[in-house]
């Protein structure tokens, strides 16, 4: 491919990007992303009604056990 | 059963305790939509990450013994070297970062994952192009570009897989029940938007000359932009938090590091190119926005810091955390040390040498890796419903990757530094500073053997919970008790 054509290409997709770019920003400035609700709230996303705020939540089989080793066969 | 009360009534639910059911049953049915896809990608770069590991491993001994395995082309430097890259970034971290994004959207969008068919197709795709393309580069068929070595056809492949994996994503996220995007989905959906259109185009052959090598350097530094770099931050944002218990530190800098990364980052590439026969003010444009980059990692740095800070304690026995933070550490020291690397100074003295393996070593390995492995440790246990068999195995898998990749990223940056040094000095014979180089690249092999040795206890221990085998434990796998890391 020749210079002009593959300019004209690259510019194309350039200009299509930052177009995408804006109306994603503006998109978020419409459903208020960052309004002070959105980023008072919004890092509490991640976390569900189950998970107690300030408890590590690195651990799904709870029941306890002595020590950390110890196992126990089906 | 958590939420039932017994009384002299007879049983009775907490108040609230019906919402909290509702909540843990949505979730156990977005995990289950979730857990297919996922773990066919995660296997898939597991075995990648196997594949690759042994590729670079054997050709990093043949840098310093070049006579070993020389006789046979397919397993020549020239060959072996390009398909450890190539199976480590788009097989490895593109297949494990395309679970853990499968996992992520269901759990960030709380809701199932939409198009799940189209996933399927696109692990299936993305391996057939990876098997091509490796079989292909072995044979000699290579497109000549660092990064974009894999031909046409494989390539091709990989492309339609990626898109075919975005749209199941955006489908999933037009259907979300949360009117919040939370920072790691912005993350995780500009990646999807960005990398396509690159890789696309990157492959599509559009230019010749120095314009070429412009490109490569623009596509080779944004793929880590675009794709890599947004998978470990993704990762990052949601379980360092998610892991303590407590919410990032400022959600206002995660975002504004989001905005100032997308701003920045992808004006970087043409610093690979200081000296180079390209117009100066284009290079001069890319050291300044190397240098922005401070911008987002400070955001991200004191976020992830500051997050982590007063928690440490849950550093020494969670293996999701460990790797994860393990991994945000070395995204703050991978991105300092990039910015001041693209200096015209230090350009100077680094250019053409091992220092640059090194820092890409510290990047895709010692951040997005080790985020990758953090994650894994966290979903797989949730979706197989199987704790991890062996903490120790565990142990011994953080250990030999985080020592390995600390003495390979040592051993490079001293021993490229001082291969610099030299090569800037006219009186010493080129092959001197070759035979100079020789103990830094033996213990850059001994950091890859132990790498290696690493991925495949790791491997191994995956295969264990994929199939549910091995002893079953009751209590979380950790490293040693929270009760002895708390009496600390």
């Known amino acids: ?74 | 059963m958590r939420g039932l009360q017994t009384d002299q009534a007879g049983p009775r639910l907490d108040p609230g305790a019906g919402e909290k059911f509702r909540d843990e049953l949505q979730r156990i049915g977005i995990d289950d939509s979730s857990a297919s896809p996922t773990v066919f990608y995660l296997a898939s770069g597991i075995l990648w990450l196997l594949i690759g590991s042994f590729a670079g491993a054997v050709a990093s001994f043949k840098l310093h013994l070049p006579e070993w395995l020389g006789n046979e082309a397919t397993l020549t430097f020239g060959r072996l070297r390009p398909v450890h890259l190539n199976t480590v970034t788009y097989g490895w971290i593109s297949l494990a970062g395309c679970g853990m994004i499968v996992w992520l959207m269901g759990r960030l969008c709380r809701t199932q994952i939409r198009w799940a068919g189209l996933l399927y197709l696109s692990a299936l795709l993305w391996n057939l192009g990876l098997l091509l393309g490796s079989v292909l580069v072995l044979a000699g068929y290579d497109a000549g570009m660092e990064w974009l070595e894999f031909p046409l056809p494989a390539a091709a492949l990989i492309a339609a897989a990626f898109v075919l994996f975005a749209v199941s994503m955006f489908r999933t996220f037009v259907a979300r029940q949360v009117e919040h995007v939370y920072v790691s989905l912005w993350y995780i959906l500009a990646s999807m938007t960005w990398f396509p259109v690159l890789y696309v185009i990157a492959n599509a052959g559009l230019y010749q000359g120095v314009g070429e090598a412009a490109m490569n350097w623009w596509y080779g530094h944004n793929a880590i932009t675009v794709w890599f770099t947004p998978i470990g931050l993704a990762g990052a944002y949601y379980f360092i938090p998610k892991v303590i218990g407590r919410p990032i530190y400022s959600y206002y800098l995660g975002l504004l590091g989001f905005w100032s990364f997308a701003l920045f980052y992808n004006w970087n590439g043409l610093h690979h190119l200081v000296g180079g026969p390209l117009p100066t003010w284009a290079i001069s444009v890319s050291i300044v926005a190397s240098l922005m980059m401070f911008v987002p990692v400070l955001a991200v740095a004191v976020n992830h810091h500051m997050t982590a800070l007063g928690h440490l304690r849950i550093v020494s026995y969670s293996p999701t955390l460990r790797f994860v933070v393990f991994g945000a550490m070395s995204y703050t020291a991978v991105s300092f040390q990039g910015s001041l690397e693209a200096t015209r100074t230090i350009q100077e003295v680094v250019h053409f040498t091992h220092y640059t393996i090194g820092h890409a070593h510290l990047g895709m390995y010692a951040f997005v890796s080790m985020i990758l492995f953090g994650a894994i440790y966290y979903i797989l246990p949730r979706l197989a419903k199987w704790e991890w068999p062996y903490p120790t195995l565990i142990k011994m898998h953080f250990w030999l990757s985080a020592v390995g990749v600390a003495i390979y990223f040592l051993a490079l940056t001293i021993g490229g530094w001082v291969q610099g040094l030299e090569l800037n000095t006219p009186s010493i014979p080129f092959v001197d500073v070759v035979r100079s180089t020789i103990p830094y690249l033996w213990a850059r092999s001994i950091g890859g053997t132990l790498m290696t040795a690493g991925h495949c206890v790791f491997a191994y221990h995956c295969a264990l919970i994929i199939y549910r085998a091995g002893p079953r434990r009751f209590a979380p796998a950790w490293f040693r008790r929270a009760e002895e890391a708390a009496a600390e």
Do not use: C, Y
């Open chain 1, 1 to 74: 491919m020749t210079l002009l054509p593959a300019a004209i290409l690259i510019l194309a997709v350039a200009v299509a990007g930052a177009a995408f770019a804006l109306s994603a920003f503006l998109w978020a400035l419409r459903t208020h992303q960052f309004s002070v609700k959105h980023m008072n709230e919004g890092a509490f996303v991640i976390f569900d009604k189950t998970d107690r705020l300030g408890e590590p939540t690195d651990q799904i089989f709870k029941k306890p056990a002595p020590d950390p080793d110890e196992r126990t066969a089906d």
